[in-house]
């Protein structure tokens, strides 16, 4: 009469090869959900960045408006302005911090500058020969080593076409 079942080696071998297959298995898998949660992280620090680089373009592009307001000051980590209601206040960078005036906009911001043009594109840090403002900001995710870069080039208002030929 011939026995039927599994001999302890082959018991042995298939645990070892099921194990190894979800070893592989369960790396693959935590290297999907390891690049998930930082393509999600960076896509919130990326957001959470928009708003306030959006609402720095919007306002200094209202720069020049009229005579009262304007750009006051220009340097690599704030500019000073007058802002559409006839307020002087600044963006600034301090730590890891950006602000308009007192009022926090952004944290974990790595770096921020603040580049003035004259109308002939070279560089200044006059406040009333300045045409176009370059702000680049950079903002580090929670968690990650690499920062998220963000650049625009804003022209102030009614100065864009002064001199123009």
């Known amino acids: 009469m011939k026995k039927i079942g599994f001999t302890l080696v082959e018991v042995i071998l298939a645990i070892t090869l ?3 297959l979800f070893t592989v298995g369960s790396v693959v ?12 992280q960076r896509g919130a620090a ?16 209202r720069c020049g408006d009229d005579a009262n307001n304007g750009v006051q000051n220009i340097q690599t980590t704030q500019i000073h302005f007058t802002d559409s209601n006839n ?4 963006f600034n960078w301090s730590g890891t911090t950006l602000r ?6 952004l944290d974990n911001v790595t770096a921020l500058t ?3 043009f004259k109308s002939d594109n070279s560089q200044t840090s006059s406040a009333q020969q300045t045409r176009r403002v370059r702000i680049q900001i950079s903002v580090l995710p929670t968690g990650q080593t690499m920062p998220i870069t963000l650049r625009s ?3 102030l208002r009614n100065y864009f076409y002064e001199n123009w030929q």
């Open 29 to 40: 898998l935590k290297q999907g959900l390891d690049s998930y949660a930082t393509i999600a």
């Open 46 to 61: 990326l957001q959470a960045a928009r708003l306030p680089f959006e609402r720095m373009v919007r306002e200094l592009r």
């Open 100 to 105: 308009r005036g007192n009022d926090t906009l």
């Open 114 to 116: 603040f580049t003035g």
């Open 18 to 20: 099921i194990g190894i």
């Open 153 to 155: 080039d804003v022209f």
């Open 87 to 90: 307020i002087n206040t600044n």
